[in-house]
């Protein structure tokens, strides 16, 4: 599918559904759902656990739908945003035993980017990606990994197995470098 | 508003956005989000400076409950029904068995019920204020619960002695129907603040049980209760 028109019928479809057309949810659903519950599915590991935040998921986006500005965000970027939001929600309300979906992360293999449900900003993709390669490796990864999989500064520093300290200095000096290349 | 301080605002707003932050922090820079324009810019900024890192994630299409899940809760609002009812799941929970039996009968006559959608309730219902008084098994009042819909949370607060020696006592929410979620560990002292999530706080956590049980260091380790169960009440709208 054209990214352009799929991105236009998205937004059409969620100032619809902000207008309480139920029939625009369904449409949302339809094109998104997969996507969403993989990013669910990645970050809390279990499927029980990613219905439930889809569900969720779901129920935020009809009611916040009216509030989306197709001005300030892509609508792949903003539903995306809610599910990563809600799953790590869910996340860190857990007992700390279970902060490290990293079985399931493995179970969950990545896949090319569906070209129907992209982020459609292939220059931003570009651009984030050529600052991300100049981050050094485990630094990388370790944003990375943060980002896809939920992860806490605790697990991620036992992952890499450098003290906690370390790893925070790596992330946060990481960002700012990210940020910097990025805005040049 | 706070006075913002760009030196430690973009890599705040960067960890909140990574998911780095504990619960805790992660709930202020939420709120932060919210109320200080030039704060939720640079989360914005960021969400969509790592926005193409999604396209990493592998689709999976969702079981079909899902949306008909979805469909009943359109239809029905405030009526949140429970995606799964796994009475099985009980059986392996042995120490719950003796401490809620009688709210497992309820659960299971609300998740009957759950099978077809109830009548709608009043719109007000989400904003109910709910609360338990979560007692031991010989009566003695342990823990006061309130479910503030609004706060996004539940407040738990300690008004007698307990003892769980170097064990941890974890908080669990059994919905109509379902399985003990965990909603967190207890300080032991004072009131606290545990995030609860909104499948919880609905409407239909009236009925739901809260229960405290023992747990290792840390908490359970498998996600369901292991240990005795020292206090539980049936939650109540006020």
């Given amino acids: ?184 | 508003m706070s006075q913002a301080d760009p030196n430690e605002d973009i890599p705040l707003a960067a960890e909140y956005v990574l998911g780095l932050l504990d619960a805790p922090s992660r709930t202020r820079a939420a709120e932060r989000a919210r109320s200080d324009d030039a704060f939720r810019m640079e989360v914005e900024a960021w969400e969509r400076r790592l926005a193409p890192l999604i396209d990493e994630v592998a689709p999976r299409g969702p079981p079909a409950a899902v949306w008909d899940r979805i469909a009943q809760s359109l239809e029905h609002p405030g009526n949140v029904v429970p995606l799964r009812a796994r009475p099985s799941l009980w059986n392996r929970a042995g120490p719950w068995r003796a401490a809620t039996a009688a709210s497992l009968a309820a659960a299971a006559i609300l998740a009957i019920f759950a099978v077809r959608p109830a009548p709608a309730p009043p719109a007000s219902a989400g904003a109910r204020l709910l609360a338990a008084t979560l007692a031991a098994p010989d009566g003695k009042v342990l823990y006061v619960a309130t479910l503030d819909a609004g706060r996004s949370g539940v407040i738990v607060t300690p008004v007698g002695a307990t003892n769980a020696g170097d064990r941890a006592t974890e908080l669990w929410l059994i919905a109509a129907g379902g399985k003990p979620r965990p909603v967190g560990l207890l300080a032991g002292h004072g009131p606290q603040l545990l995030p609860v999530s909104a499948s919880l706080r609905s409407a239909e956590a009236a009925k739901a049980v809260l229960a405290v049980s023992l747990e290792p260091p840390g908490g359970s380790p498998t996600g369901a209760p292991t240990g005795p169960v020292i206090a539980s009440g049936v939650i109540a709208s006020l």
């Fill in chain 1, 1 to 184: 599918m054209n990214q352009d028109s799929a991105r236009e019928r998205l937004v059409e479809a969620l100032r619809r559904a902000g207008q309480g057309d139920a029939s625009a949810l369904r449409d949302i659903y339809e094109t998104t759902s997969a996507k969403l519950f993989g990013v669910c599915l990645r970050i809390l590991g279990e499927p029980a656990e990613a219905e439930d935040v889809l569900q969720e998921v779901y129920m935020i986006v009809w009611r916040r739908a009216a509030t989306f500005d197709a001005g300030r965000a892509s609508p792949v970027t903003w539903l995306a945003t809610i599910a990563r939001n809600r799953s790590i929600d869910r996340l860190r309300a857990q007992p700390a035993g279970r902060w490290a979906p990293m079985e399931a992360a493995a179970h969950v293999a990545d896949a090319a980017p569906s070209a129907e449900f992209a982020i459609q900003d292939a220059q931003g993709a570009r651009r984030l990606n050529g600052c991300l390669d100049e981050l050094e490796e485990p630094h990388r990864k370790a944003i990375r990994a943060a980002f896809l999989d939920g992860l806490t500064y605790e697990t991620l520093a036992r992952q890499a197995e450098v003290p906690l300290g370390t790893m925070k200095s790596w992330i946060r000096r990481s960002l700012l470098k990210l940020r910097t290349c990025m805005e040049a």
